[in-house]
């Protein structure tokens, strides 16, 4: 049996994907409310950024992976427009309801589909462009998920990763504070759920900083993997393209 | 002389038509046709005040799907600003091609900013929440009830609302000796969602025409009337955007023969290209067989006034 970590914990491979849906279960509902407090609304301006650099036109296939309340694929499926075809995806049932019944309540009718990113359920070549915002870091095999991202990307295509990542030195200590005693201290008082939102904190942590993401993501096969650091670092958006 | 005249009353009145045209491109073009439900007209009274009061606050709308009363949204009001700079910005930055250091530098300054307002959100959040509950001193007791009051009668006002519009369709019931209600095992939300979806499909549809989709959707009679005005409307395009919806299940009424769903659908849209979205609400009435294996199918449009 092949262990695998959750947060800090260290826990059998077949559990962790349990384990983090049970997280997002219990958050689901107070979801975007927790971003925008934690956050402090940034989570915006790095999606609006990661939205900017996606270039979407009309008429593109797109995949939002662990796309969750459907942010990303709000904004996609507007640029994409009705010869567009935008896809909604999450391993996540709770939060992909949420997603759902909001694009439905901003008139949107996308396809909405449960499915896992390490076996996506498309042909090859299918996408113009695949995004993944804060969804890397709670799949068990990261490399496999790439690999597949790039599969499903058309050549030409483009897969953009957003993930919170290494913040600059000069400010590890009191981002570390805030995440490990404000944090689960508001999730408690905000969602009712502190070990939750610890780990979040913690995956952080665990997550490849930016530099092994970029080297991750050329083994996976991306070529021209370029990234951006947001908000001195406390995210960053990865970029790759299908050659 | 006369030439110059003619062209003159030829341009004015192509220009009204074109004027009234364009009020409503809507599906039905905003007009009442088709089934049209006695219930739906009896408890109008409520209905229009309750659009009334939700047709300018649109953002609230969705949230009010489940039941619950749309809180004051004040608080946010900071947040949203700030979230709304940050979106700006950022399609400033990408607009001009300012990547990654440039970025990282603004948005940096932005966090600062942010971080110092989230802070303080919270602060005056918990702030607010404990305070009735410890002991107050004399000045803190004055400026709580300065800042509760406004709150506690907004909160009122919303859940005495649903309370209102429950019983005006029951005393209506009772008149009319129809069943009108909602069977208390009918999955609503899962109605209302593809509700929705229908909406939105067949104002898409309705653009372009689609007479095939319109058809599935839509009972026969319906059908032939809508067709009849997509053959008015003729070749000039039509562009309709739902920016936000909301669905409201006001009854159901069942005939010997057919059940009919009263469906209130609410929100914005923009009924031509490059128009600026505007509220909308209208009943849209459901029919479905009573035997047989037929799904719902749009019976008629109802306008609400």
């Known amino acids: ?243 | 002389m006369k030439k110059i005249l003619i062209t003159l009353m030829l341009m004015v009145t192509t220009m009204t038509l074109v004027i009234s045209e364009a009020e409503a491109r809507r599906m039905g073009g905003g007009g009442s046709f088709g089934r049209q439900s006695q219930s739906v007209t009896r408890s109008a009274p409520s209905q229009s005040s309750q659009s009334a009061t939700t047709a300018p606050k649109p953002a609230a709308a969705p949230n009010s799907a489940a039941g619950a009363p749309a809180k004051p949204a004040s608080p946010w009001r900071g947040i949203l600003g700030g979230a709304l700079l940050g979106l700006g910005l950022g399609a400033l930055l990408s607009h001009f091609g300012l990547g990654g250091a440039m970025a990282s530098m603004i948005s940096t300054l932005l966090m600062i900013g942010l971080l110092a307002f989230a802070v303080m959100f919270i602060y005056r959040m918990f702030r607010r929440k404990n305070a009735p509950v410890g002991p107050q001193s004399a000045y803190a007791g004055a400026y709580n009830k300065d800042v509760y009051t406004p709150e506690i009668g907004s909160r009122i006002e919303p859940q005495s609302q649903p309370a209102a519009l429950q019983s005006q369709p029951l005393a209506g019931a009772g008149a009319a000796a129809a069943p009108w209600g909602v069977p208390a095992d009918f999955d609503v939300p899962a109605f209302l969602r593809s509700a929705k979806t229908y909406f939105i499909r067949l104002q898409a549809a309705w653009d372009k025409a689609d007479i095939n989709d319109i058809r599935e959707f839509t009972t026969p009679e319906m059908f032939a009337e809508l067709r009849m005005q997509i053959q008015e409307r003729g070749a000039t395009p039509n562009n309709t955007d739902v920016v936000s919806i909301d669905a409201e299940l006001l009854g159901i009424e069942t005939s010997a023969d057919e059940y009919l769903a009263s469906v209130k659908f609410s929100g914005m849209m923009s009924e031509a290209a490059g128009a600026p979205a505007a509220p909308f609400a209208e009943v849209w009435n459901l029919s479905k067989p009573v035997s047989g294996a037929g799904g719902w199918s749009l019976a008629g449009i109802q306008q609400i006034s």
Request: hydrophobic share 40%; charged share 25%; aromatic share 10%.
């Open chain 1, 1 to 243: 049996m092949t262990n695998t970590h959750f947060g800090y914990q260290t826990v059998a491979e077949e559990e962790k994907a349990q384990k983090v849906a049970g997280v997002f279960h219990s958050v689901a509902a107070k979801y975007d409310v927790m971003n925008d407090v934690m956050s402090g609304g940034m989570h915006r301006l790095w999606k609006a950024f990661t939205i900017a650099r996606a270039g979407v036109r009309p008429g593109f296939k797109v995949l939002d992976i662990a796309g969750g309340t459907g942010d990303l694929a709000r904004a996609f499926a507007k640029q994409a427009g009705p010869t567009g075809e935008v896809w909604l995806t999450d391993i996540n049932e709770s939060m992909l309801r949420v997603g759902r019944d909001r694009l439905l309540n901003r008139g949107l009718v996308t396809p909405t589909l449960l499915c896992d990113a390490e076996k996506l359920p498309f042909p090859d070549d299918y996408f113009d462009r695949v995004s993944v915002a804060f969804g890397l870091r709670n799949m068990t095999h990261k490399d496999a998920a790439l690999a597949e991202m790039r599969r499903v990307l058309k050549p030409g295509g483009k897969l953009l990763v957003l993930e919170f990542s290494k913040v600059w030195q000069p400010l590890q200590k009191p981002y570390d504070l805030y995440s490990f005693s404000v944090l689960p201290w508001m999730g408690q008082k905000i969602a009712g759920d502190a070990e939750s939102y610890r780990y979040l904190a913690e995956s952080i942590r665990m997550h490849p900083d930016q530099e092994t993401l970029k080297s991750m993501m050329q083994a996976a096969g991306l070529e021209r993997v370029e990234y951006f650091n947001l908000t001195a670092g406390v995210a960053a958006l990865h970029t790759g393209i299908k050659l």
